[in-house]
């Protein structure tokens, strides 16, 4: 088991960077999510820590050993592809154990130890199977396996549920993070999906175009995103923002927003008047004919015990998420209040959230 | 009336039509037969008679012999019937063969040596234009090459003339390096025209392997080299086959070259067997026993690889 340091790691394919100065350290032990969209860095990141490819600059210390420029198989980490990458040409058994066939392991032990790793897989029935034959979620079980078997320091994964229906992803995200917690290994997982990142993950740093945007616990990234991108990237549907020009003054509690004034988290910075969103998440905002932002009905998307309803008004459309049982008609006009303590500020030219009672004592990426 | 209306006006666009399927098969069969026919006429003849094989009209029934092969390996002296009758009698079938015709075995002809040649050369720079095609087409697939489309069309760009026209400037420069007429120097020259379509070939097979593969083998404790050889090389044996059998095809049917390059020690069998024609009449059951015995490697070596073969041709043609 390890620790994971990142020191201003950057990667540039021709004239593309493609991750640009990153920092951050996963602790030993700890279950750490990649969360971006495609082309964000992520993955690029992950192939680096791996030996996959190498930094255009920058360090990577694996339980403080520096192993930049190390050769893959040097690292004893193990990895996990989106497509599982079995051998074809293998069964189930000699998957898992080539790993230990790599190192030179006595036939004897390796036996052993794929007995050992398909049991805590479940899937000791699998064992002679040909891998073509197994279902997908199988496949990512023996995948899994073969990462497993070799006892590494740390685990590698690369989207590895994305190749799986939906069905089988809810399943195995279950039983990746109950694995975790039985074998304890530091993980880094990369994926674009923000419920498996959250629903696993002890820490998240969100990417974008090559930066970490926010490193966070998924509470701290969802409550307190400290830009306008992860507010947007995480949620769904993502925190509304509605546009204003103000100045900002420590200790205030509330901003003129266009006419009116709206209550806020107490603002902890002072700024000239300049281009502010005010980041209002869907579930805190409610119905009341007395608010001053108001509105009418656009239209309304059932989910069961709640129901999104959008509303056009002045400052754009606002997507509320309401209990099913709050009746709505298409076309009404409506006010929105908003819960006051959950509110967030972003200046929109640097995108940054503004530090508030509640917000922006996370660190920045 | 109207069941043969229905049975006529349904179409099935998977299933076709009981007639088509006989139209179908006739022509496959018409093919097989014109393909076919001149192979086993090669074949027939190779057990003829002299008088058998130039008898017209053609003889399809005839008595086999094997004085084609006789003739073919060994070299003969014509004696008259006087000095047969005073040597010993034949210790073998084939001497007895020859005597009848009023010869005897002067000794062995060059056709084994001349075979050797084939064999060596073909072979050989079969073996090396798909080891070098592959190592080069994995470089192709899996590294960021500078250059790489520049450098794969210049690779391409050798086959683009016919190999004619550079048959006099390679002459040139062979017998300046001592290669002419030397084995090495028929196989570096076939590998060379060869390893453009290995690389080709290879590299499309090999990109179509997915680089998870080796990345895991490389993340688990192989090197680069090892995981070419225990991970890619096993998935890309169909094209591997497939490429290697149209190599072979060139280098062993090749004759421009052969017959420049090449006249005694190093010459291969396609310009050896007109040869054979000038040696004591037109002796053409010795020519079809040559060309019979010529085709076997190829088509052991085709049947060998054929499940290979035929995957490997219409491989990458469907994404999975």
């Given amino acids: 088991m390890a620790q994971i340091r990142v020191e201003n790691l950057r990667k540039s394919f021709d004239q593309f960077a493609a991750v640009q100065g990153s920092n951050f350290t996963i602790d030993d032990g700890a279950f ?15 192939r680096m820590i791996a030996g996959l490819e190498l930094p255009t600059e920058g360090k990577i210390l694996l339980d403080s050993e520096d192993v930049t420029f ?21 069964n189930v058994a000699e998957n898992i154990g080539f790993p230990l066939k790599c190192q030179g392991m006595a036939r004897r032990d390796i036996h052993q130890r794929v007995q050992e790793t398909a049991k805590l897989l479940r899937i000791e029935h699998l064992l002679s199977s040909k891998t073509s034959k197994l279902s997908g979620g199988d496949r990512q079980r023996v995948a899994l396996g073969r990462a497993m078997v070799r006892r590494p320091k740390a685990f590698l994964m690369d989207e590895p549920l994305g190749a799986l229906d939906s069905e089988f992803r809810h399943l195995m995200c279950s039983e990746l993070r109950d694995l975790h917690d039985r074998i ?67 200790g205030d509690r509330t ?14 910075e002072d700024r000239a008047s300049a281009g502010m969103a005010l980041g209002v998440r869907p579930e805190h905002i409610r119905f009341a004919d007395a608010a001053p932002v108001r509105g009418e009905v656009f239209g309304a998307e059932y ?24 009746p709505v008609r298409i076309g009404e006009r409506v006010g929105l209040e908003f819960r006051s303590e959950r509110l967030a500020l972003f200046d929109v030219a640097s995108g940054l959230a503004i530090r508030t009672a509640t917000a922006g004592s996370a660190d920045h990426g | 009336m109207t069941a043969a209306l229905t049975k006529s006006t349904a179409h099935s666009i998977v299933e076709a039509s009981p007639r088509a399927k006989m139209v179908a098969g ?41 004085e084609g092969f006789v003739n073919l390996f060994t070299v003969r002296t014509r004696q008259t019937p006087d000095f047969i ?74 086959r683009m003339m016919p190999p004619v026209a550079v048959a006099i400037p390679i002459y ?9 007429d030397t084995r090495l120097g028929m196989i570096l020259l076939y590998t060379a025209v060869n390893v453009s379509l290995a690389v080709w070939l290879l590299k499309g097979f090999i990109d179509e392997i997915p680089r998870e593969y080796e990345e895991a083998a490389l993340v688990d404790g192989y090197t680069r080299l090892q995981a070419l050889r225990k991970v890619v090389l096993p998935q890309a044996v169909t094209g591997i086959a497939a490429t290697a059998i149209f190599c072979l095809i060139f280098s062993w049917n090749e004759y421009a070259f052969a017959v420049l390059l090449t006249s005694g020690e190093a010459q291969t069998m396609p310009p050896f067997i007109p040869f054979i024609i000038g040696e004591g009449g037109q002796d053409w059951p010795a020519v079809a026993a040559a060309t019979t015995l010529f085709v076997v490697p190829i088509v052991l070596f085709t049947v060998l690889l054929r499940k290979h073969l035929l995957r490997g041709i219409t491989f990458g043609a469907v994404r999975k």
């Fill in chain 2, 172 to 180: 040139l420069m062979y017998r300046q390096l001592n290669l002419t």
């Fill in chain 1, 184 to 250: 304890g290994a530091t993980t880094v997982y990369v994926t674009h999906d923000q419920l498996e990142a959250m629903s696993m993950a002890d820490r998240i740093a969100v990417m974008n175009q090559g930066r970490v945007e926010q490193i966070g616990l998924p509470q701290e990234i969802y409550d307190r995103p400290a830009s306008m991108f992860v507010a947007d990237f995480i949620g769904s549907p993502p925190m509304n923002f509605l546009r204003f020009e103000a100045g900002l003054r420590s």
């Fill in chain 2, 26 to 66: 006739g022509l496959v069969i018409l093919y097989a037969v014109i393909t076919i026919l001149p192979l086993v006429w090669i074949v027939a003849t190779a057990f003829k008679s002299q008088s058998d094989a130039i008898a017209y009209p053609p003889k399809v029934i005839f008595e086999p012999t094997l």
């Fill in chain 1, 32 to 46: 750490f999510a990649m969360l971006g969209p495609s082309g964000c860095g992520k993955t690029t990141t992950l």
């Fill in chain 1, 303 to 326: 989910l069961g015990t709640t129901q999104i309803v959008t509303v056009d008004t002045a400052h754009g459309r606002i997507a509320a998420r309401l209990p099913s049982s709050t």
């Fill in chain 2, 85 to 158: 009758a005073k040597l010993p009698p034949p210790e073998t079938w084939y001497d007895k063969l020859v005597r009848q015709r009023d010869m005897v075995i002067a000794g062995p002809s060059k056709v084994v040596p001349r075979f050797v040649n084939s064999l060596i050369i073909g072979f050989g720079s079969t073996f090396l234009a798909v080891f070098l095609g592959t190592l080069a087409a994995y470089a192709f697939s899996r590294f960021r090459i500078p250059l790489a489309n520049d450098l794969l069309f210049f690779i391409l760009s050798t």
């Fill in chain 1, 70 to 90: 190390q050769r893959a198989s040097a690292r004893d980490i193990a990895f996990v592809f989106q497509l599982f990458a079995l051998y074809p040409h293998m």
């Fill in chain 1, 255 to 268: 901003i003129s927003f266009h006419d009116t004034s709206i209550a806020v988290p107490e603002i902890r």
